[in-house]
């Protein structure tokens, strides 16, 4: 059974950072694309960024590039996702999420079919 759970949200000021970490199991992380998107409610799930272990390639979004980064543990089975310069508008609840396709179906990561509970994030101004 495929897993993903996802840790490290909270409350930070803005111009603060965060690391949330995605663990995942039951599918061969190391083939693996797995993507990290944002949701605040009300509003449509927004993507942030994906990597593929496979090709060891990445993508992040425009309203995060320069300051949000991804990158895998292989040892770990976990995906990162390194969040600086936090603004407010990043406030919202983290998913990671993956699929059985080995790349990042860019722009926008469509496709995942296993989905973590998420993490909250709050950004205060």
């Known amino acids: ?3 993903l759970v996802e840790s490290g949200g909270g409350l930070v000021q803005a111009g603060g950072s965060l690391t949330l970490s995605c663990a995942g199991s039951g599918f061969t992380f190391a083939d693996a694309a797995i993507g990290w998107f944002r949701q605040v409610p009300g509003k449509e799930r ?5 990597i593929s272990n496979m090709n060891h390639k990445t993508d992040i979004q425009d309203s995060v590039k320069g300051r949000f980064t991804i990158s895998s543990d292989y040892a770990k089975n976990t995906v990162y996702l ?8 990043d ?3 983290y998913y990671c999420a993956t699929e059985d396709l080995a790349i ?3 722009p926008d990561y469509y496709g995942m079919d296993y989905w973590g509970k998420g993490t909250p994030v709050t950004v205060s101004s």
């Open 1 to 3: 059974e495929v897993q």
């Open 91 to 93: 406030t919202g609840i």
């Open 104 to 106: 990042c179906r860019v």
């Open 82 to 89: 390194r969040m600086n310069s936090l603004k407010p508008e």
């Open 46 to 50: 927004e993507a942030v960024a994906c």
